[in-house]
């Protein structure tokens, strides 16, 4: 440390920002981003637990599957799910890798899929899950 040139004896201040950079606020896991936009987005439903988590690396593999899902909800006449996989099927399209989760998780006994875009933290889309579209009904995470 130094002295001021004008008052010997007074030391010059040190500026601990060149020692400590500022780090950025820590980025919340997958895990939990998508808990949160779950939250915010279903709060009036009650407390929601996410049971499994898939972040999608190839989205647009998906895409045929999902229309295929949409002609069979039209076909059978179950005109909202045809419509919520239609939000599912234009999400597919559009996410870049890595940028579109697909969550089970629970309000109380009810059991559902979310669709979630992680790069505008907003839900896509939300089927019940009572055809297994995650697959077989085990908890993965928060066990």
Same mark, same amino acid.
């Given at each position: 440390m130094g002295t001021f040139a004008g008052n010997p004896?007074?030391?010059?201040?040190l500026d601990l920002r060149q020692y400590f950079p500022l780090c950025p606020p820590p980025v919340p896991?997958?895990?939990?981003?998508? $808990?949160d936009i779950l939250d915010r987005s279903l709060h009036d439903m009650g407390p929601?637990?996410?049971e499994?988590?898939?972040? *999608?690396s190839r989205p647009d593999l998906l895409a045929a599957l999902w229309q295929t899902h949409k002609r069979r909800f039209l076909? %059978?006449?179950?005109?909202e799910r /045809?419509?919520? $996989?239609? *939000?599912?099927l234009e999400a597919l399209k559009g996410a870049a890798p890595g940028s579109l989760a697909v969550a089970r998780a629970t309000v109380g006994d009810a059991v559902f899929v979310a669709?979630?875009?992680? $790069?505008?933290?907003? *839900?896509?889309?939300? *089927?019940?899950?009572? %055809?297994g579209l995650f697959g077989p009904h085990e908890? /993965?995470?928060?066990a």
């Open positions: 004896g007074r030391f010059t201040p896991s997958h895990e939990e981003q998508v $808990a929601v637990r996410v499994r988590l898939v972040i *999608l076909t %059978e006449g179950r005109f /045809a419509l919520r $996989a239609q *939000l599912v669709w979630v875009d992680l $790069a505008r933290s907003v *839900l896509v889309s939300v *089927l019940e899950d009572d %055809e908890p /993965a995470i928060n």
